[in-house]
């Protein structure tokens, strides 16, 4: 009985270590076929934006400058923090995206005192600054210029027809590629502002487009911001 035990007990012993041996085997059998075709892959050099340098994108797994071919006829390109961002060269406007126009006048004709300008609030959909421009171009205006304090209050006017509080809506001011604020709708130069303070900021070196927001029951005023981030447009139009 206890040779019988014994012989039981190291063939127990023996299987415990038979089975993980053999998977031990498959395992590494599996890895090694695997493994010469794994061999035929490069690793990729990126996966995402962050593991390239600044001035760089990742693209197909490759840091790479994204700026070829994103911004298209009579735009400029710049990069900041790895994206890239698109704007129309001087006398031109648009959406640099799909190719820049050569600015024309849209004022009105000096002397109709029937020709006033009007502004509407587009609450509908929210949509980023270069959106925003081609938006307005479609339904026969052009995103919002504030030339003026009457001009301003017009349009504060208007955000308070909609009741929306704390919201943000754009106009067509920015300071790209210039480096100098412009109404890129008519091509001027501010000479009316309405800053929150402290602001124009550039924060993050990234905020390029004009907005107006609400804070501290200051009621709605000027802020610079991402041309990338979403908002409501204000379109205008001459009657």
Not at 167 to 195: A, C, E, H, K
Not at 224 to 233: I, K, N, R, T
Request: aromatic share 10%; glycine share 8%.
């Amino acid at each position: 009985n206890l040779k019988l035990r014994l012989n039981k007990e190291v063939t127990d012993y023996s299987a415990m270590w038979v089975q993980p041996t053999l998977c031990i085997c498959v395992l590494v059998s599996v890895g090694c076929v695997f493994g010469q075709d794994f061999n035929l892959i490069p690793l990729p050099e990126c996966i995402t934006n962050e593991e390239c340098d600044q001035l760089l994108t990742c693209i197909d797994f490759k840091c790479q400058d994204p700026c070829p071919g994103i911004c298209r006829g009579n735009a400029t390109c710049e990069i900041h923090n790895r994206v890239p961002y698109c704007g129309c060269k001087p006398g031109f406007s648009g959406n640099p995206f799909t190719g820049c126009q050569l600015e024309t006048p849209k004022d009105p004709p000096s002397g109709n005192p029937r020709c006033r300008k009007v502004y509407k609030i587009e609450h509908f959909v929210k949509i980023n600054w270069y959106a925003a421009l081609i938006h307005c171009q479609s339904h026969g205006g052009r995103l919002a210029s504030i030339e003026s304090q009457q001009e301003n209050e017009m349009v504060k006017a208007e955000i308070a027809k909609t009741n929306m509080r704390d919201d943000r809506f754009w106009t067509s001011g920015t300071d790209y590629p210039l480096g100098q604020w412009v109404w890129m709708s008519s091509g001027n130069s501010p000479t009316f502002f309405d800053w929150l303070p402290g602001e124009p900021n550039n924060k993050g070196g990234d905020e390029r487009c004009l907005h107006l927001s609400e804070e501290d029951e200051e009621g709605y005023m000027w802020n610079d911001v991402e041309c990338l981030a979403e908002m409501y447009p204000i379109c205008e139009y001459f009657e």
